[in-house]
């Protein structure tokens, strides 16, 4: 780890203390959001100190043009900025003239900020001495309503300590905010109009190229130890922000408290020229309500959601405190309400990596969904891939592809690749192949196979051509191979035969073959109706099936595993423990020269494969090759921890899979990366998930039937999380000699113990 400030809480991300060479990290890990919008933890008042300012709306960015020395055929045009957008958390305080500012104030004392992760609210408290001698306590309180999602409040609370003073408010709104990260420094936002009226504010302004109109709303009300103030306001204005002013004398120990109520209102939902009056109606419905009646909604609205998703730990508060961090921040950001959405690795948190969606959403987050809400979320995440399939199979035609073949991009927001480093855009092309076992993972969990016929199968049709013509005949090998690819180990790049692309590659092949197969004896309507839409041909079928049972895969005899690539073992084999640990991460301290001619690998690469694909190897055949290459990964991706966890549990090996645990779970508080400043790392937090479910637990789908191998990492003393399975919820608790099952549902279920089948009655417990 790099830091260790949070305090360990069951329910709560806590800080105590002010250190300004923090506020960056303490800004990511205490991030807010509802799904629709989300904030950095900026401090409302002003802050000159070094900080990351972020506040974003889901689904709105900018095409911001590509950087590049070289430009190569085919490279994306653009890569997509996930925009900051206007800030409305904004309030200036001065008191006796002073401004309010912790990085200029004498001394700063009982800082704490806690972000309460039962309940879904970020605080802060504070006590401090200014320049002017006058001592403040300061309290606030602010969240992202649920209920509500295009509004938030904030409650503002401020107490003079040691003399009366005139305490002057400053609530605004500033459209006049720039992207951390931008490419040419363009102007992102075109501001239209800046209005208020009464005690409401607006800021109409829209994205420059993509033409996102949105409307940033305020609300705001004065209070004087709880009884509402009528303070006189002057309002300035400029062309980028509107500002009220409200002033007051306040006595020694009295409370002044600013409620304010603010957020986004956003042509995907409304039309743009109505965005101001449903603004409007928003902030009148919120003030009515009030913060009180909406902190209990929200209170009410998050109680609902850790019914179904907590994972709860007794005996270690770091690893309890770690998995409910993760589920908060994944409900942070999506929560499948809109089927044009997807799962940012960023999130809300920062503007790293651009885009709305990777590969991540398909590996990783679709079994967190399918298990902790109802299936048709995880069924908009596949809808969203269906809608974007003829951008797919454009992306392909522009790198030299035909008849209806599709290359998913590695990066997008509209279905079109913005994802601008060579080696990613059109070299990890294994992201197909994720789409494509996405498919199969939530037929085979769900039951439901409605969407293979609807939509899927389509998907798979064009992601087959692909691979059939991405690869090449090797006279030499007599073989089928495929070129010039990174894999999941992004620190291999335009290698040959990496076994993981090639292995989800033969895959793809046989099971859209099977589906086919399938769909001729059960669904002969639909699939003539899929095969006249996308012209399918019998050869097509047998070209599928002929590249599949003869694609190559690298070998080694002497070590007894697949190669993770041909060149892999001309590499000079120097494991992590013998690198120093001043040259950790190394994607911060070498070369990337150095890098490629390294063994180290970034995350599980062949690994991965053997994840995706676990029934399909023997374990003796796991240990070979997690023996082999586990002591090269340096587990510098977010993605790496929790797929190594799986595999270390897999095999009976629980203090490594623990500490891989630890290591997922706490990535970003421990901040294991040193980069969690500029964002946390949201879709790994579903592995975590998947850590403690499919490797503590041992959860797979088994012949139809959900299978358990529970085991419990020695610091614990027991664990229990939910499983929504086929519309029914079981309940899991693991203790140190026994495991309880419970079942809410109407029939009864069977599932596999330990490779034994077990009968649970509804409202009934069963203890194994």
Request: hydrophobic share 35%; glycine share 6%; net charge negative.
């Amino acid at each position: 780890m790099n830091q260790d400030y949070i305090v360990p809480n069951n329910w709560s991300i806590i800080e105590e203390g002010f250190e300004a060479d923090r506020v960056k990290s303490s800004e990511s890990i205490f991030s807010i959001g509802n799904g629709a919008m989300g904030q950095r933890a900026n401090f409302e008042e002003h802050y000159s100190g070094k900080t990351f300012q972020g506040s974003y709306v889901a689904g709105v960015y900018y095409p911001d043009k590509t950087r590049v020395g070289w430009w190569k055929n085919g490279y994306p045009e653009y890569f997509a900025k996930v925009l900051n957008a206007p800030n409305w958390i904004g309030i200036n305080v001065t008191i006796n003239g002073e401004a309010l500012d912790l990085a200029a104030c004498k001394e700063v004392r009982k800082f704490r900020r806690e972000l309460n992760m039962k309940e879904g609210w970020l605080s802060r408290s504070f006590e401090v001495t200014l320049q002017n001698s006058i001592e403040l306590m300061v309290e606030t309180k602010r969240f992202l309503s649920l209920d509500m999602d295009e509004v938030g409040v904030i409650q503002y609370n401020v107490s003079p300590l040691n003399n009366d003073a005139q305490i002057v408010f400053e609530p605004y709104l500033d459209a006049g905010i720039t992207n951390e990260d931008s490419n040419w420094d363009d102007k992102f936002w075109n501001i239209l109009s800046v209005d208020s009226e009464a005690d409401q504010a607006f800021i109409v302004s829209h994205t420059m190229i993509t033409n996102f109109h949105v409307c940033t709303a305020m609300q705001t009300q004065l209070s004087l130890n709880g009884n509402a103030l009528n303070a006189n306001k002057t309002i300035d204005k400029t062309e980028k922000t509107i500002t009220f002013e409200y002033s007051s004398k306040v006595n020694k120990g009295d409370r002044l408290t600013m409620t304010k109520f603010g957020g986004y209102t956003v042509d995907r939902y409304h039309d743009k020229n109505d965005l101001v009056s449903v603004a409007k109606k928003t902030l009148n419905k919120a003030s009515k309500l009030g913060f009180d009646q909406m902190l209990e909604d929200q209170k009410a609205a998050w109680a609902k959601i850790w019914k179904m998703s907590d994972i709860t730990i007794e005996g270690d508060v770091r690893a309890q405190q770690g998995i409910r961090f993760n589920i908060m921040q994944l409900n942070h950001t999506y929560l499948g309400k809109d089927a044009r959405l997807n799962i940012g690795p960023k999130g809300f948190t920062g503007e790293k990596y651009g885009g709305s969606t990777y590969w991540d959403t398909e590996a990783y987050c679709i079994p967190f969904y399918m298990a902790t809400k109802d299936q048709e979320v995880a069924r908009n995440l596949l809808t969203y891939r269906y809608n974007h399939l003829e951008k797919a199979i454009e992306n392909a035609e522009k790198l030299g592809f035909t008849d209806g073949a599709a290359l998913y991009p590695m990066v997008t927001m509209n279905g079109e690749e913005c994802h601008n480093e060579w080696e990613i855009t059109f070299q990890e092309i294994h992201r197909n192949g994720a789409i494509a076992f996405a498919i199969f993972n939530f037929h085979r969990y769900t039951g439901d196979f409605s969407y293979i016929p609807e939509k899927g199968l389509e998907v798979l049709i064009a992601i087959a051509r692909f691979w059939k013509q991405r690869a090449t005949f090797s006279t030499y090998r007599n073989k089928y191979v495929i070129l010039g690819v990174t894999g999941p180990n992004e620190y291999e790049n335009n290698i040959n035969n990496n076994f993981h692309t090639n292995y989800i590659a033969q895959w793809c092949l046989n099971y859209t073959l099977e589906i086919i197969s399938k769909m001729k004896d059960e669904y002969a309507s639909d699939l003539k109706r899929v095969v006249d839409k996308t012209n399918l041909l019998d050869s097509e079928l047998s070209d599928w099936k002929e590249l599949a049972s003869n694609i190559y895969f690298p070998y080694s005899e002497e070590h007894q595993v697949f190669l993770q690539q041909d060149g892999f073992l001309d590499k000079e084999l120097i494991t992590v423990k013998d690198l120093p640990r001043s040259e950790r991460p190394i994607n911060q301290t070498w070369s990337w020269d150095r890098i490629l001619r390294s063994p180290y690998i970034k995350q599980a690469d062949t690994l991965q494969g053997f994840y995706f694909f676990e029934d399909q190897f023997t374990m003796e055949e796991l240990e070979r090759h997690f023996d082999f290459y586990e002591p090269f990964t340096v587990h510098e991706s977010s993605l790496s921890p929790c797929v190594h966890s799986i595999q270390a549990a897999k095999l009976g090996r629980m203090e490594q899979a623990y500490q891989f645990y630890l290591r997922t779970s706490r990535l970003d508080l421990d901040d294991y990366n040193h980069e969690v400043e500029e964002g946390l790392h949201i879709t790994s937090m579903a592995g975590t998930w998947m850590s403690i479910v499919e490797g503590f637990g041992g959860m797979r789908v088994v012949d139809n039937k959900l299978s358990f191998e529970p085991q419990i990492p020695e610091q614990w003393d027991s664990y229990s999380f939910k499983i929504n399975f086929r519309n029914q919820i079981l309940e899991i608790h693991v203790g140190k000699t026994e495991t309880k099952f419970g079942l809410e549902g109407d029939e009864a279920m069977d599932i596999l113990v330990n490779g034994k089948v077990v009968t649970i009655n509804p409202d009934a417990i069963v203890t194994v």
